[in-house]
């Protein structure tokens, strides 16, 4: 069983800046997909970003492409999501979410992820 602890957001202005974290207890994440989504209200929730462990290899939403960032500390077990030039629309709660594949594809449906962290707020005021 892997658990996700996240940390990390609040409330920021427009424009501002929040780190996301999210801490999993897994010996080995040589073979996990570590995803970063989001759900606003009355949406479906929505990928944000992702990162093979192995291979660091990453996979972003258009939406947050050039602002947003996925990064992983290998000694900490743990995946960031630095988030930069904060909108509104970025309202949501954020969710990290794990998953266990052999597939070199990061895979960007909700559906396909193992673990899921507790959710965190992040809401940006115009």
């Known amino acids: 069983q892997v658990q996700l602890v996240q940390s990390g957001g609040g409330l920021v202005q427009a424009g501002g800046s929040l780190r996301l974290s999210c801490a999993a207890s897994?010996?080995?994440?040589?073979?996990?997909?570590m995803g970063w989504f989001r759900q606003a209200p009355g949406k479906e929730r929505e990928f944000v970003a992702a990162?093979?462990?192995?291979?660091?290899?990453?996979a972003y939403a258009d939406s947050v492409k050039g602002r947003f960032t996925i990064s992983k500390d290998n000694d900490k077990n743990t995946v960031y999501l630095q988030m930069n030039s904060l909108k509104s629309e970025d309202t949501a709660i954020y969710y990290c979410?794990?998953?266990?594949?052999?597939?070199?594809?990061?895979?960007?449906?909700?559906?396909?992820?193992?673990?899921w962290g507790q959710g965190t707020q992040v809401t940006v005021s115009s």
């Open positions: 990162i093979r462990w192995s291979l660091g290899s990453t």
């Open positions: 897994v010996r080995t994440f040589t073979r996990y997909t």
């Open positions: 979410a794990a998953r266990f594949s052999t597939s070199l594809v990061v895979s960007i449906t909700p559906n396909s992820y193992d673990y």
